[in-house]
């Protein structure tokens, strides 16, 4: 069956043709105009830069190439006896927008676990890094790090042929993304077990990513485990361009970083508490909870959590969103996940997630600031880690980064594909938006 690149090297003139036309029959028109309000507020809804394999509606949710996360669940591959959709099945969909046949999928993951093997340098770099470093600074080291064998940097410096960027980014995005589950799985091992001593299994060729990164931090035995590892690096991969990891990556691409060091920037970002940050918190401020009241509580006393909280000044974790209106589909099928499974659905620390989603969006309403007070996808996920033993919370982020990789590095494959410029839209000084708003 095709590999990726040549599924690929049948789109590129497609992708091509349709820029072409955009440029030239549209180049003109107007999308939309600027308000003040959103100069001084973050950007939210200019709608700025080209973004091809997720697109986030408000109300209804992230859709991948058209499809909605159920639609991709129904029609993407799965591991042989598993039930949830391969991350390495939603990657090439994201590269391609078709959906691989199961022989692709197989070959495919075939390919990117062939690629999983780190460079020893970058073990030495990772090895070396103290243990009280945050696991997610020392995700944003190693990956920036892999960049001494960059495909697409060797290949900028031999001068190759602008239309042909794209052939060194796949190559490089391929092995980012499967180099940073090893990535991940040395930065656990070497924070909270024995270090990559031989007791870490070797990679197994015959598995995919997320059974080979389960089974290398000591969870490979958990059927439940590794199936949530597959959900969760399948539903976290995109959320369109405008969110601070995937905008970062097209950013810094733009400037032709390479994948390595554009997505390395993006990982910094992810580390930050308003976004991927959050789903740590929301474990923190659970465990919080469950220290104050208990393993159960009435609603009264979760609300009374939920406004104390508020009144300290801080943020309820894993509600609220710039772009959604609507619970977050992520979420929904994260916790259909758990409810799905028994052992899950009764663990205390999951059922408090499901109390918050039913008593916190009438708090946040009542509270009036948020204008989306339903859950993100955050709000679930580190609790059904937690459940199966992953309660490092700490480390949820980095789960979060090894696949966001995916959506990322597609989106900056076909920013190579279609050859597009350095982002620099303009800035204003706070004098200049008073004397242009003035004259409006
Ligand atoms: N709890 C309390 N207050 C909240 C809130 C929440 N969960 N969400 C938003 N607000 C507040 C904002 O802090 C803001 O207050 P100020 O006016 O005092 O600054 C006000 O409501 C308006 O914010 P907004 O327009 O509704 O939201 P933004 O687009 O500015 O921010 C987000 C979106 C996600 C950063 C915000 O909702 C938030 O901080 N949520 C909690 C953190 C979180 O879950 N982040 C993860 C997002 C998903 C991801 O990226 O991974």
Request: with cysteine.
């Amino acid at each position: 069956c095709p590999t990726v690149k040549e599924v690929l090297e049948e789109i590129v003139p497609e992708r091509r043709a349709l820029l072409a036309q955009l440029k030239k029959e549209h180049g003109s028109k107007t999308l939309g105009n600027v308000t003040v309000e959103q100069v001084v507020g973050g950007g939210r809804g200019i709608k700025y830069m080209l973004w091809d394999p997720s697109v986030l509606d408000s109300e209804e949710g992230i859709r991948f190439w058209g499809r909605s996360i159920p639609e991709c669940q129904e029609v993407l591959p799965t591991a042989p006896g598993g039930k949830e959709m391969l991350p390495e099945a939603m990657f090439w969909y994201l590269l391609t927008g078709r959906v691989p046949t199961d022989a692709e999928a197989k070959q495919f993951q075939e390919e990117l676990v062939g690629r999983s093997e780190l460079p020893a340098y970058v073990e030495k770099v990772l090895d070396s890094l103290p243990k009280t470093l945050h696991p997610m600074t020392q995700f944003v080291i190693g990956v920036a790090a892999l960049n001494h064998d960059s495909k697409f940097a060797a290949g900028y410096t031999a001068g190759m042929k602008k239309a042909d960027y794209w052939i060194p980014a796949l190559e490089d995005s391929l092995d980012c993304v499967a180099k940073s589950f090893t990535i991940a799985a040395r930065i656990y091992n070497n924070k909270y077990r024995n270090g990559n001593d031989s007791s870490v299994p070797a990679i197994d060729k015959s598995k995919d990513l997320s059974f080979n990164f389960a089974n290398q931090i000591g969870f490979g035995d958990s059927e439940g485990f590794v199936e949530l590892i597959r959900l969760y690096n399948a539903l976290h991969t995109d959320h369109e361009g405008g969110n601070v990891s995937a905008h970062t990556t097209h950013l810094v691409g733009s400037a032709l970083s390479d994948p390595f060091l554009s997505y390395s920037a993006a990982l910094g970002g992810l580390a930050g508490p308003l976004h991927g940050l959050a789903n740590q918190e929301v474990l923190r401020f659970i465990i919080d909870m469950q220290k104050e009241l208990g393993d159960t509580a009435s609603d009264e006393k979760v609300v009374e959590f939920i406004w104390k909280t508020l009144n300290s000044g801080r943020v309820i974790p894993g509600y609220g969103h710039a772009v959604l209106r609507k619970p977050d589909p992520r979420f929904m099928a994260l916790q259909q996940f758990g409810v799905g499974r028994k052992e899950v659905a009764q663990d205390p620390i999951f059922k408090y997630v499901d109390q918050l989603y039913k008593v916190a969006p009438g708090v946040l309403t009542e509270h009036g600031k948020t204008k989306n007070p339903f859950p993100n996808v955050d709000a679930a996920s580190g609790s059904l880690l937690y459940h199966y033993g992953l309660t490092k919370f700490e480390f949820y982020t980095v789960t979060f980064g090894t696949s966001r990789a995916m959506g990322g590095l597609a989106q900056y494959v076909h920013d190579r594909i279609l050859g597009l410029p350095i982002e620099r839209p303009k800035s204003l000084s706070m004098e200049a938006v008073l004397a242009l708003a003035q004259k409006a």
